[in-house]
């Protein structure tokens, strides 16, 4: 599927997890995958689910099998509003400081439950840099080693504070 998706609207296909037989030297009758599809866009998302359909019941097809393809769609494509994320921008960069706000330079594939919100209202998600600077020997976020930079949980309230009042006018 990688040839058929546009370079600038990548999406990324994990299988993360693959159960068949119970010993080596059975044929077992069944086999399960799972995995996730992360995407930058909502069209590429569409894409590689019915890529996964049509290439799991081919390759089946082909060796005289059915397959059966569940997919539960799970988060959709996060997209922040680009006058959102300026607004956020340029409140944090006043609160904070110019060399505390750093802009990511590249889209971001993480799925998180805001993105339901950003389908029905304009908004902007923001990370507050709860991981430890010391990014080489850090554990990453979902690790159960994970280390938490708690002065980033103050930061992100007084963000969120902040970004209401200047939105409310409230100054």
């Known amino acids: 599927m990688t040839r058929s998706v546009d370079v600038f609207a990548p999406g990324v296909l994990t299988v993360a997890k693959f159960e068949a037989g119970t010993m080596q030297n059975i044929i077992p009758d069944t086999a399960t995958m799972q995995g996730t599809v ?12 019915e890529g996964i359909v049509r290439v799991a019941r081919g390759i089946a097809e082909a060796h005289g099998l059915t397959a ?3 997919i539960d ?11 959102s994320a300026q607004f956020l921008g340029d409140v944090a960069r006043g609160l904070l400081g110019v060399g505390r706000v750093k802009e990511q330079r590249f889209p971001n594939l993480a799925t998180d439950d805001f993105a339901y919100v ?8 923001v990370m507050l840099g709860t991981r ?22 103050a930061a992100g309230i ?5 970004l ?4 409310l006018g409230a100054k």
């Open 38 to 49: 992360r995407t930058l866009a909502p069209g590429t998302r569409t894409h590689i689910l």
């Open 68 to 70: 059966e393809v569940r």
């Open 73 to 83: 769609e799970g988060y959709p494509v996060t997209i922040n509003d680009p006058d």
């Open 118 to 125: 950003l389908e029905r209202v304009p908004g902007a998600e």
């Open 132 to 153: 430890p600077s010391d990014l080489e020997q850090s554990p990453p976020p979902h690790s159960n080693r994970y280390l938490l930079e708690e002065n980033a949980m």
């Open 158 to 162: 007084a963000l969120n504070a902040a």
């Open 164 to 167: 209401a009042l200047e939105f």
